[in-house]
């Protein structure tokens, strides 16, 4: 990726099961987004996480926010089929309107 | 309305020959991107306009050239294309560190 260590991972998991991503970056930022990406389409925002807020719930979705590590994480409860997709963290580098993302994740949820 | 539409949905270039690819957003956003993704890869930013200032990546500076004539158009043309350039290019948009608001992508495939 342009900026991050984001292991690039593929995970396969059985419906049902919980499942947590992770994302680390180097330069300064103040928000976190979470964006997934189903097969021939552009990505779509899940979720953002600034940095006054440690941890973030959107239905089945949870986001956290170490900035003192800079790593946030995307945890998933209960994967469903629907939930496969890649999964890309992203941030603005140095606050600015440069956003690059990480490696991303292929996550696969079986029936 | 979210929509960020692109066209061409597919384009098929000969080596060495121009591709131009179009952008619009009717969300009256100040920042308009191009990223390059290639498959198992992270989006790559090219460039970004944020309002009639272009920004380049130092990697990507003489490959790619833009225009935005107005708020809601952005276009992104490589003069000559070459084997490398096959790609899924995806133009976003957003207000300034904001979420990107992602199109469905231009496929070119450089033969």
């Known amino acids: 990726s342009q900026w991050g260590e984001e292991n690039l991972q593929a995970l396969s998991i059985q419906e049902g099961e919980d499942v947590t991503m992770n994302c680390s970056y180097k330069t300064y930022t103040t928000v976190v987004h979470w964006y997934r990406q189903d097969s021939g389409r552009g990505p779509a925002l899940i979720i953002l996480?600034?940095?006054?807020?440690r941890e973030k719930r959107s239905g089945r979705l949870r986001a956290t926010l170490d900035t003192s590590s800079q790593s946030s994480s995307l945890s998933i409860t209960a994967a469903q089929c629907e939930d496969t997709a890649v999964y890309f963290c992203?941030?603005?580098?140095?606050?600015?309107?440069?956003?690059?993302f990480g490696d991303g994740t292929q996550l696969v949820v079986k029936p | 309305d979210t929509t960020v539409k692109q066209n061409p949905r597919y384009k098929l270039a000969r080596v060495g020959k121009p591709v131009n690819l179009i952008c619009s957003q009717t969300?009256?956003?100040?920042?308009m991107y191009w990223y390059q993704k290639k498959p198992n890869q992270a989006p790559k930013l090219l460039l970004f306009?944020?309002?009639?200032?272009?920004?380049r990546e130092a990697d990507t500076f003489e490959k790619f050239q833009s225009s935005r004539p107005n708020n809601s158009f952005c276009s992104l043309y490589i003069g000559s294309a070459g084997l490398e350039y096959s790609a899924m290019y995806l133009c976003a948009s957003s207000r300034v560190t904001g979420q990107l608001y992602f199109g469905e992508g231009s496929k070119l495939t450089v033969l």
């Open positions: 996480i600034r940095s006054n807020e």
């Open positions: 992203a941030t603005h580098r140095n606050n600015n309107n440069r956003i690059f």
């Open positions: 306009y944020y309002d009639k200032i272009l920004n």
């Open positions: 969300m009256n956003h100040d920042t």
